[in-house]
Structures are given as structure tokens and as C-alpha cells.
């Protein structure tokens, strides 16, 4: 036994510099990235003089509906909204179109009017990179996590564009998981929002569908990762009871209340598409 253990210990006390220089090179790009991203932020998008209010996308669209024969226009949910107050008008409500339940969302945007989930998805992105890991970082970086009612004088819910979301310092779960999941599609990513609780409270994340594996990325989170492979798979991910899915265009359901991990499958039916005009 000595005979190839002094050969395989002088081996390895051959290739330890090597290994040594590969790492310090692996953790100096590593560094010159992430010097790049937040120099980015600053360069492009760091003031905070511009209100995320003058930015006006393109939200107004109608939703068709898988099983039925009419569209649901925009103004429709306006009108029913319009009747409530402004407290109750501050919250995420669930449409039902020609006796189908569950067949798309729509939340109060900054302009005070209702819009379709969907629309929240305006094709974004901040800056060009092919790194996936780096819309979360950034958003670890550039975002600070504040609850609505805090935000804005104690209305429960606000939604914020993708682009709106990028702008102003502040947001809460969906505000991160919006910017985060159209970024991720703007790289060619399967990315959705997903809707449901976390731990009991209600909750917005994000899937990501990357080699056919589904990601739970957690958009609020301010850790910084510069690495996809320490993203968890969702089949792991424990607290999280998804209810609903959306992305720029489609928007799915849960056949039944049963929980589940899986964010493709039978058990999810794609209630609707939108259509933005």
C-alpha cells in the first residue's frame, strides 16, 4: 500500500497549484462580474429621480377564454372595480367569464385602474446578459422588500409593472417575482409567477423551467447567488402552495385545491390567454 500512496500524494501536491490558480481565476471573474452588474445599475438605471409613475406601458388587452365564444375586455372588470371603494379596489381579484371559474386575475396598478396579471409582463429587461443567475442577484441588489399597506397609505395591494417594478426602490412579493419572471423570459426561460400562499400568507414566486427541471425561485430573497446550479428545484421547495400561474401571455389553474409541487401537468388547466392591443 505505500508503494502508491506516496506516488498518489505527490500527485496531487503536483496539481494543487494548478488548482489553486484555476479557482483564484474562477473567484476574480466571478468578482469582475458582479463589479459589472452593479456598475450597470448605477451607470443606467441607479437615480431615483425619475417616478416610476411616468413610465406607461402598454397593459390595455382582453383575455380569451379557453371554452368560451366572447372575449373579456378590460373595460369589463373597470366597471365592476369602479363600483367598489378604493380600499376594496386595492385587492387581487379572480374573474369568472360565461359560467367559467378562475379564468384570469387583475390587480390595481400604479395609474389606480385595474389591469389583467398578465399585462404587469411588459417584456423588460434591465440590461443584456446571458447569465441566468443575474436577474435575481440584481434584484437582491437593487430592490428593497416593503409591504404595500406601508408603501401606499394603507391600500392593500399595488402592482407595479415589470419596468415600474425595476424603477421604484420599493416593492413587495409580486412587484420581485414581475420584474424577475419577464426578465427570465426576455433570456428565452419558461418563467412564470406563480400565486398562492407561503407558510399560510399570501404569497408571489417564481418558476423557471430550465431543462425541462422546474426552479422555485424565491424573488424577495436578498441573498446574493452567483451561481443557477445553488437554485432549488420546486419539488423541494417546502411552504409553498401554489394556486395560480401566469406569464406574459397565458394564465393556468389548479383543477382542484389538492397541493402540489409540480407547476406543469394534468392537474393544471390553461384557463386563458391575453391579447395585448
Known sequence: MRHWILPTLLGVALLLPELLRNASEESRQSRALKEQIEGEINRNFGSDSASPESYRDRQYGVV????????????????????????????????????????????????????????????????????????????????????????????????????????????????HAILLADWLIELGVDARVALGTH?????????????????????TSKRRQSSWQAMPLAELAEGYEVEFQFNRNFFWAKKDSSPTRKYRGSHWVKKSQFIRS
Not at 76 to 99: C, D, F, L, M, P
Not at 132 to 151: C, F, G, M, N, S
Open 64 to 175: 380569451r377564454v379557453t371554452g368560451t365564444s366572447q372575449p373579456l375586455p378590460e373595460e369589463i372588470i373597470q366597471q365592476i372595480v369602479a363600483k367598489r371603494s378604493t380600499e376594496q379596489s386595492a385587492y387581487v381579484s379572480v374573474w369568472n367569464w360565461q359560467g367559467i371559474p378562475m379564468v384570469t386575475a387583475s390587480a390595481r396598478g400604479l395609474d389606480s385602474k385595474h389591469h389583467f396579471a398578465n399585462s404587469y409582463l411588459v417584456g423588460f429587461s434591465p440590461f443584456k446578459t446571458r447569465q441566468l443567475w443575474v436577474p435575481l442577484y440584481t434584484l437582491a441588489i437593487r430592490k428593497e422588500y416593503q409591504y404595500d399597506h406601508l408603501q401606499y397609505a394603507g391600500l392593500a395591494d399595488i402592482w407595479q409593472t415589470s419596468r415600474q417594478a425595476f424603477y421604484q426602490k420599493r416593492g413587495d412579493c409580486e412587484d
Open 199 to 219: 407558510n399560510g400568507q399570501g404569497h408571489a414566486w417564481v418558476v423557471a423551467i430550465v431543462d425541462n427541471r422546474e426552479y422555485l425561485l424565491e424573488a
